[in-house]
Nanobody, 124 residues
Framework: QVQLVESGGGLVQAGASLRLSCVVSGRTFLWYFMGWFRQAPGKEREFVAGINSGGGGTYYGDSVKGRFTISRDNAKNTVYLQMNSLKPEDTALYYC?????????????????WGQGTQVTVSS
């Protein structure tokens, strides 16, 4: 089991940028594929972005491709989500998760460990 702590959310205007961070502790960070998901009120938790253990493979949900970038610093046990050109529809609670089920990275059910989430609100 790992512990995850997200930070970096906030209230911004459309078109602005934010960078989310997720610090992981408890087990070897390198073992895990890391994902960012988001959940808006009344909606299911959806896949936003994922990155493999070495950082060479990144994956994105269709709605964020070209605007968001996921990265990780294995020396700092941290995964980041750089969010540019934010839109009001990006408003949600953003969670990071860790999984060793590498082939199921876009499925929220593959993740056993989650952070508490960080709120992102984008005004129009």
């Amino acid at each position: 089991q790992v512990q995850l702590v997200e930070s970096g959310g906030g209230l911004v205007q459309a078109g602005a940028s934010l960078r989310l961070s997720c610090v992981v502790s408890g087990r070897t960070f390198l073992w895990y594929f890391m994902g960012w998901f988001r959940q808006a009120p009344g909606k299911e938790r959806e896949f936003v972005a994922g990155i493999n253990s070495g950082g060479g493979g990144t994956y994105y949900g269709d709605s964020v491709k070209g605007r968001f970038t996921i990265s990780r610093d294995n020396a700092k046990n941290t995964v980041y989500l750089q969010m540019n050109s934010l839109k009001p529809e990006d408003t949600a609670l953003y969670y990071c998760g860790a999984t060793m089920r590498y082939n199921e990275y876009a499925d929220r059910r593959a993740y056993d460990d989650w952070g508490q989430g960080t709120q992102v609100t984008v005004s129009s």
